[in-house]
């Protein structure tokens, strides 16, 4: 699974899915497979996170941070979810995936989160439920500088899609 984080967001980091499959099949990936439009790619095969990197730069002028996460590590976190209620409504759940380990301070992460939200970090995962939308989360702004990492955001409506698409090729 490849996930890229800010593309095809308000007009900026123009990537159209079709050119990246390409670009992906170029760089000798296979079954490459995209959902929607913010990078979100089921593929085999894939090359290093730098060299998708480096690619979209020298062909689309910009550098989105990229992030490979393996198919049994993308199940394990679809059913480690802890707020399996909330799947009920699951565009109000999220999954933030992080590039490395988080170095969180978990009493900051519970301190930012307000009317109801919750939280919870399991491994590279911070599962989080905003049962008002993350569009009026102010949570979403802070995760990257609470958990010392770089980390992209899907709702759980994306996770288990995307999950469905790994067992279907």
């Known amino acids: 699974m490849l996930l890229l984080r800010g ?5 900026h980091g123009k990537l159209p899915m079709a050119e990246l499959r390409a670009l992906l099949e ?4 296979t079954g490459v497979q995209s959902y929607i439009q ?8 894939a090359p290093a996170v730098e060299q998708i ?9 910009f550098r989105p941070a990229c992030l490979l996460i393996g198919a049994d590590d993308w199940r394990a976190a679809m059913e480690a ?3 399996k ?3 009920e409504t699951p565009k ?3 999954c933030f995936f992080c590039a490395r380990q988080p170095a969180a301070d978990i009493l900051a992460v519970e301190k930012a989160l ?3 939200e919750r939280a919870e970090l399991l491994g590279r995962v911070l599962y989080f439920h905003a049962p008002n939308g993350m569009g009026k989360s102010k949570f979403p702004a802070k995760v990257e500088r609470l958990l010392g990492t770089p980390a992209t955001a899907r709702n759980f409506a994306t996770v288990a899609k995307l999950a469905e698409m790994l067992d279907t090729p």
């Open 26 to 29: 170029g760089l000798g990936a």
């Open 92 to 94: 109000l759940l999220h």
């Open 114 to 116: 307000e009317n109801g």
């Open 7 to 11: 593309i095809n967001v308000g007009g």
């Open 53 to 61: 990197e480096a690619a979209i730069e020298a062909g689309f002028g």
């Open 38 to 45: 913010s990078g979100n790619v089921v593929l085999s095969d």
């Open 85 to 87: 209620e909330a799947r």
């Open 81 to 83: 979810d802890p707020f």
